[in-house]
């Protein structure tokens, strides 16, 4: 059975560079056949990046999000939920992030 790797983009800015990088990433692990491979792009939801500075921003949010919603106990916020299923298949992750 192939390992299975999720690379995660982790910058929504614009202009970023992290895209290349992912892109590069991902040839990489497609020239391996003994993986396969999923390139979780952040940016794929232009909310996202939003939300998370709401609920950072905001102490009740925060503590909304991570008390008995904190998301090791599955509950996560709707936006969040495809990339978590995606992320949850995975045997390995690389994360791309900025400097």
């Given at each position: 059975?192939?390992l299975?790797?999720?690379?995660?983009?982790?910058s929504?800015?614009?202009?970023?560079?992290?895209?290349r990088?992912g892109?590069w990433?991902k040839?990489?692990l497609?020239?391996?056949?003994?993986l396969?491979?999923?390139?979780i792009?952040?940016?794929?939801?232009?909310?996202?990046?939003?939300?998370?500075?709401?609920?950072?921003?905001?102490?009740?949010?925060?503590?909304?999000h991570?008390g008995?919603?904190?998301?090791?106990?599955?509950?996560?916020?709707?936006?969040?939920?495809?990339?978590?299923?995606?992320?949850?298949?995975a045997d390995a992750?690389?994360?791309?992030?900025?400097e």
């Amino acid at each position: 059975m192939a390992l299975h790797v999720a690379a995660i983009l982790g910058s929504t800015r614009e202009g970023r560079v992290g895209s290349r990088v992912g892109l590069w990433v991902k040839q990489q692990l497609a020239a391996r056949p003994d993986l396969t491979h999923d390139l979780i792009d952040l940016s794929d939801d232009p909310t996202l990046g939003t939300q998370a500075e709401a609920i950072v921003d905001d102490p009740v949010m925060l503590q909304t999000h991570l008390g008995p919603n904190m998301p090791s106990s599955g509950n996560y916020p709707t936006s969040v939920r495809p990339y978590a299923a995606r992320i949850a298949q995975a045997d390995a992750l690389i994360f791309i992030t900025p400097e």
